[in-house]
């Protein structure tokens, strides 16, 4: 049973310019989770979505930044005209949804913005 | 909200000795609390969780304890490795539809030979 999967592992992006961030869930979980980790820093929460619908996006900026998890496919953290300040790792989480709250973490996507 | 506090922030232990790292909550509707270690470069790992039925829980070298009166658990590892050495994270929940993990701030355990 494969775990999270993320890719890719390490992306750099010219400012100005997109990035695209993809997370897989394990085998039977339905919900995911986004979180940022800057340099010497604790995980901060983004966006906690279920297939086609996002729960709370509370952590999210609210320009440049969105999230999906479509019927198929991977769950997409998408950074429109990405700028210095977003450089970081991004983390996502998997859980077999409510009542079963046990989330596993992907490797990582390491962005960085030159 | 729920916000997570957690102490020490860096941790220095000879190897073999225990380790001991707190955390505070501040929801008292948060029932599931893990805890995550996480190696230079890698994502946090899930090692040990507890819900808020039961009181303490362990696992070979590590366990957990909850003291929901107080609202702080820890974690305690004993007879510590090198191996050891990573940052914990400490998170709480409330184990129902919409609600997110709020981590604590991180711990740096170095296991020194």
């Known amino acids: 049973n494969a775990g999270v999967m993320q890719n890719p592992r390490h992306l750099v992006r010219r400012r100005g310019q997109e990035a695209r961030l993809r997370c897989s869930p394990m085998k039977g979980h339905s919900h995911v989770y986004w979180y940022r980790q800057l340099p010497e820093e604790g995980l901060k929460f983004m966006v906690y979505?279920?297939?086609?619908?996002?729960?709370?996006e509370s952590g999210m900026p609210k320009e440049r930044f969105s999230a999906e998890f479509p019927k198929e496919g991977p769950s997409i953290l998408r950074i429109q005209q990405v700028v210095r300040g977003d450089s970081a790792a991004y983390f996502c989480a998997s859980s077999p949804g409510t009542g079963q709250t046990e989330a596993f973490f992907g490797q990582g996507t390491r962005l960085t913005v030159v | 909200g729920e916000n997570v506090e957690q102490h020490p922030s860096t941790l220095s232990v000879q190897e073999g000795d225990s380790a001991v790292i707190k955390c505070t909550y501040s929801?008292?509707?948060?029932?599931?609390f893990p805890w995550y270690k996480q190696e230079l470069g890698k994502g946090p790992q899930l090692i040990i969780d507890?819900?808020?039925?039961?009181g303490e829980k362990k696992d070979q070298r590590i366990a957990v304890t909850l003291n929901k009166t107080a609202k702080h658990f820890s974690l305690h590892i004993t007879e510590t490795q090198p191996e050891d050495s990573a940052v914990y994270f400490c998170a709480a929940i409330v184990d129902n539809y919409g609600q997110n993990f709020v981590f604590g701030p991180g711990t740096r355990l170095s296991v020194l030979p």
């Open positions: 929801d008292s509707a948060s029932n599931y």
């Open positions: 507890i819900r808020s039925n039961v």
């Open positions: 979505l279920q297939k086609e619908n996002i729960i709370d």
